[in-house]
């Protein structure tokens, strides 16, 4: 990945293409990009085999206050889980599914995809 210049919300939806990108070179079949329900909103839901992934892409240009991975806390975690659960309903899935955070920090070419980083 490369850095990107401009606003924040730019920014984001760059790191969130380059991150589908990522994902999709690793093998993983994109669904959706920005899921939203009135929980909140899930970045990236991808499928791995029988397995789908919700994947929280996160990018912090300076680590000062624990890096990309750290702001994934316990508020953001329960968002997900709760958005996640509402798109199973939604598309009547049954299947085994992950959250994984792909954590971006600093220059963009410090990548780090933390499968299962926190469980429902």
């Known amino acids: 990945m490369r850095l990107f210049k401009g606003s924040s919300g730019t ?3 760059q790191m969130e293409a380059a991150a589908a990108r990522y ?10 990009r920005n899921y939203r329900s009135s929980h909140g909103e899930i970045d990236l839901i991808a499928r791995e085999s029988d397995t789908v992934v919700f994947v929280e ?17 316990s508020r ?14 939604q598309h009547k899935l ?15 070419q410090n990548v780090q995809w933390i499968k299962s980083a926190f469980e429902a």
């Open 94 to 108: 049954d299947c085994p599914c992950r959250f994984d955070v792909l954590a971006i920090d600093g220059d963009a």
């Open 11 to 13: 920014v984001g939806s």
């Open 57 to 73: 892409v996160r990018f912090r240009r300076k680590s000062q206050f624990g890096g990309a991975a750290a702001s994934v806390d």
């Open 23 to 32: 994902l999709q070179r690793a093998g993983l079949t994109l669904l959706e």
């Open 76 to 89: 953001k975690q329960a968002k997900l889980l709760a958005t996640a659960s509402r798109y199973l309903q």
